[in-house]
């Protein structure tokens, strides 16, 4: 079975310090897609990144960027000189490819303030 | 270029009532999938629509909770004789394609999501 976990529940940092969620995930299969999702106190899942298991390339997208290590299970988050407008629940997301249909199984998210 | 729609936003019913959930997923994307939020089990997967067949109930927790897509597009999520523990906020999403087992993923986009409030 898969499971993602994501061991920080609150994290609470100050404007314009650095922040990483930690993502680890559990599944047997070789192929498998992750995902980061943001959710805004308005409710609505905002897709972020995706990553495929045969690319291990770190990938930065402005002050967003991602570290996955296979070697450890591992698909952390890093928000750089973070603002206050990234205060939100942020979610790591499994896929595999075996079995029709693709399911999501989300980690249990992390509760991200960040205050002026 | 719309997002993905729900209705209603808010929902607050009676226990033992019915109450349907709609989804307006983004033009032109073929997969549809439900999912459920609350406190005690974070986000889970309901249900998938490939096309107006769904090839996974398996999140589905009883055989309360039913759902239909017709004509490709929107779909309904139909709970009958409500229970004060299906009060969450049920979320839609959908994605280009669907996926057969082995073929690669296709991101999903997700909706603003329904309060349901069973009192």
């Known amino acids: 079975a898969q499971k993602v976990t994501q061991a920080q529940t609150e994290i609470s940092v100050v404007e314009k310090e650095d922040v990483t969620l930690d993502c680890v995930y559990e599944?047997?299969?070789?192929?498998?897609?992750l995902f980061w999702y943001k959710q805004p106190p308005s409710g609505e899942l905002v897709f972020l990144i995706r990553r495929n298991s045969f690319d291990e390339q770190n990938e930065i997208s402005g002050r967003y960027s991602w570290n996955f290590q296979k070697s450890t299970s591992s698909f952390n988050f890093t928000i750089t000189a973070s603002q206050v407008v990234d205060s939100a629940v942020y979610f790591c997301?499994?896929?595999?490819?075996?079995?029709?249909?693709?399911?999501?199984?989300f980690g249990t998210g992390t509760q991200l303030k960040v205050e002026l | 270029g719309a997002g993905v729609s729900q209705s209603p936003s808010n929902k607050v019913t009676e226990k033992g009532k019915d109450v349907e959930l709609r989804c307006d997923p983004i033009?032109?994307?073929?997969?549809l999938y439900w999912y459920r939020q609350s406190l005690g089990q974070g986000l889970e997967f309901l249900i998938y629509?490939?096309?107006?067949?769904?090839?996974?109930k398996s999140g589905l927790p009883s055989d309360r909770f039913s759902a239909e897509r017709t004509g490709g597009s929107v779909s309904t999520l139909t709970i009958q004789r409500t229970q004060q523990e299906d009060s969450a906020v049920y979320l839609c999403?959908?994605?280009?394609?669907?996926?057969?087992?082995?073929?690669?993923?296709?991101?999903?986009?997700f909706g603003p999501g329904t309060r349901l409030t069973v009192l």
């Open positions: 999403a959908s994605s280009l394609a669907g996926r057969t087992s082995g073929s690669p993923t296709d991101t999903q986009y």
């Open positions: 997301a499994l896929d595999i490819l075996t079995g029709g249909g693709n399911k999501l199984t």
């Open positions: 599944t047997r299969d070789t192929t498998y897609y």
């Open positions: 629509f490939q096309g107006n067949s769904a090839p996974d």
């Open positions: 033009s032109g994307h073929t997969a």
